[in-house]
């Protein structure tokens, strides 16, 4: 079987490597962390160095499951440790070992052990390993595939199929690598995206929230996905619910936003004051880590199309490193403002432009900033897919992201 490359993550655990941090890689569950570490894994071996270097500990598997107690999983790696070598060390979704930092930071003052983490929660990473191994690890926040990765992973026998058929596959079935991998373009598919949704919610949220109506998770998560790219707040959600007969309060709907934000299941995206440069911490956006978990929780509108790529480009923006925000101007709202660096650039998403009158609506927000950062219109258009307006550079959103 064919492992997808996953070359900037992949180039990323190469520069740590040695390095005397830790090294984490967080994302939702079966994103592709732990193939991630097995593609690292064959590197170092084609550098020679030795199996016996190298100690793998995958939380979920059976046979470890004694070690979730982090004295027994410090006394079973120091065991397997190599004396006069470098020794490396994978704990894949390590968040299942009680106080797991503990021994992970007896490890990291020893000067030959290499540290490498996955976890696909993100109170994990924020919490535990912000106040006890702070300043001590570096994080990669994994995404599941990009469409650019999702091109690759077709077999060459598979060249006749276009960029816009393969597109619609990625917008329809999404991009978790075990469907690419497998080509599994079909009704399993999406009985493999249930799963993983259900693990998600389950594990991930119901089981460490203790969350007793699971039903009305649910209903929060199906309203969430039925609106990326709109302005949300708790209190239209709570209100929603009502009117279909299911009484939740604020607090509870709260609590399950930030459950699916922990879980890496939604990313919020906050709204910036382009004006004023600064955060405002009210009514954000949210988004899904994947359009075909989406499909598997909400019937598809052709209405829908707008918010799908609006959200594609956002997974995007941040796969290449962006912070990624909602600009508020006083004219309207700019779609992203990504900013990297010191660097801003600014994004307006819209499925066609052809229209005069809609082409007009989308780039007066970008018109009304007064500065000289760079600014996208990003479409679905191949005709007249590519232009320039004073500065406003249109381009073809499939192409932008294959770049």
Not at 142 to 159: G, H, R, T, W
Not at 197 to 206: G, K, M, P, S
Not at 210 to 220: E, G, H, R, S
Not at 228 to 245: D, R
Request: proline fraction near 2%; hydrophobic fraction near 40%; charged fraction near 25%.
């Amino acid at each position: 079987m064919q492992l997808i490359p996953r070359k900037e993550y992949l180039d990323w655990l190469c520069r740590w490597q040695d390095k005397q941090i830790i090294k984490v890689v967080s994302g939702v569950r079966r994103c592709g962390k732990s193939t991630l570490f097995t593609l690292f894994k064959q590197n170092l071996l084609k550098q020679g160095v030795d199996e016996k270097q190298i100690i793998s500990i995958n939380f979920e598997a059976m046979e470890f499951e004694a070690l979730r107690d982090y004295h027994t999983l410090y006394q079973y790696i120091n065991d397997h440790l190599q004396q006069d070598c470098k020794n490396y060390i994978f704990l894949d979704e390590v968040q299942h070992c009680t106080e797991y930092q503990k021994a992970v930071d007896s490890l990291f003052i020893k000067d030959n052990c290499d540290i490498y983490l996955t976890g696909s929660n993100a109170y994990f990473m924020s919490g535990e390993l912000a106040t006890v191994l702070s300043g001590r690890y570096v994080e990669l926040k994994m995404l599941p595939l990009s469409f650019k990765e999702f091109v690759s992973s077709f077999a060459p026998e598979n060249v006749d199929i276009s960029i816009q058929e393969k597109f619609n596959l990625y917008l329809n079935y999404g991009s978790f690598p075990f469907l690419a991998r497998y080509n599994s373009f079909d009704s399993d598919a999406y009985n493999y995206l249930r799963d993983v949704y259900n693990t998600i919610i389950l594990n991930d949220i119901v089981k460490r929230l203790k969350i007793t109506d699971v039903n009305a998770l649910d209903k929060v998560t199906k309203f969430i996905a039925d609106n990326i790219g709109n302005i949300v707040s708790i209190n239209k959600i709570a209100n929603t619910l009502k009117s279909g007969g299911k009484s939740i309060d604020n607090k509870t709907v709260e609590k399950y936003l930030q459950g699916l934000v922990d879980a890496l299941f939604l990313y919020k995206a906050p709204r910036f004051n382009i004006k004023g440069k600064q955060l405002l911490t009210n009514m954000p956006k949210y988004y899904i880590v994947d359009i075909g978990m989406r499909n598997i929780l909400i019937r598809n509108k052709e209405s829908d199309i707008g918010h799908i790529i609006e959200n594609l480009a956002y997974l995007e923006l941040m796969r290449r490193s962006y912070d990624v925000y909602v600009g508020d101007i006083d004219k309207g709202e700019v779609d992203f403002v990504a900013i990297k660096n010191n660097q801003t650039e600014y994004y307006q998403i819209s499925a066609t432009t052809l229209n005069p009158d809609t082409l007009a609506r989308e780039l007066a927000p970008l018109q009304s900033v007064q500065d000289n950062y760079p600014k996208y219109l990003l479409t679905l258009d191949e005709l007249f897919g590519e232009a320039n307006y004073n500065g406003i550079q249109k381009k073809n959103l499939i192409k932008w992201l294959l770049e």
